[in-house]
């Protein structure tokens, strides 16, 4: 049961739900005007670090084939 709480796919999911809180964050905060452009850059650059994170567990998960 331990290793369910911390395997790859759970950490995936975990970053998505994460993303797509940044992304209606993001989506709020820019119809608000005015916005604080440095907030809604720090949100977005981890917006970013989120996705690469993401990307590289599907990477290790789903390798692209035969070697």
């Known amino acids: 049961m ?3 709480l911390h395997s790859p796919e ?3 999911i975990e970053l998505t739900m994460e993303h797509a809180d940044l992304d209606a964050l993001i989506d709020n905060a820019s119809r608000n005007l005015p916005a604080d452009e ?3 850059r720090r949100l977005k650059k ?3 670090a989120l996705r690469d994170q993401m ?3 599907r990477d290790r ?3 692209d084939g035969p070697a």
Request: net charge positive.
């Open 55 to 57: 990307q590289r567990i």
């Open 38 to 40: 440095l907030v809604l």
């Open 2 to 4: 331990q290793a369910n």
């Open 10 to 12: 759970r950490h995936l």
């Open 46 to 48: 981890r917006r970013l």
């Open 61 to 63: 998960l789903l390798p």
